[in-house]
């Protein structure tokens, strides 16, 4: 019966798991660093809501608002690359906040100004850094051929994964 020795393999696993060895295979050493990047990212956004009761995301908004007064919800979505629907939908949460005012644009009935209140940019002095997250921040930090060779990995993980490319304008922070 071969049952015995795959359990045997099964706790030998386990054992090394415990001891914080790295197991064997490269596929499972991988998904081992996956989890250290979605945990520093999940600690950094829980950190922001404990520290100023608001997500990552509105946070980095505000932050891009404060950055870049008169912007609107389309450079917002841009700054972001984001959805401008996404983008449509934090301003909404923002404004409802008081933290940022959303005024007409005199010569485009269509589009409108954001403007950071008071209330929004003490919340930003209160809000730890990066406001876009830490691993935008730690990618920026990579040289070029770093992220050459991370970005064509990525491509190959993401084919394999069948997935929909729409889930790249998703904010880490709303996953």
Sequence with gaps: MTPAPRRSAVARRRRAL???LPPGDAAQRVLRQFRVVFNAVKTHFRQVEKQ???GG?????????????????RA???????HQST???LVRSLAERELISVARDPTDRRAVRLHLLPAGAELLERSPAPFAGVLPDALAALDARTLQRIEHDLEKLIAVLQVDADAARTPLAEL
Excluded: F, K
């Design 18 to 20: 415990a001891q914080g």
């Design 52 to 54: 100023v009761g608001l």
């Design 57 to 73: 995301a509105q946070v980095w908004a505000l932050s891009i608002i404060q950055a870049t007064p008169d912007a609107g919800v």
């Design 76 to 82: 917002l979505a841009a700054a972001m690359n984001i």
């Design 87 to 89: 983008a449509s939908n």
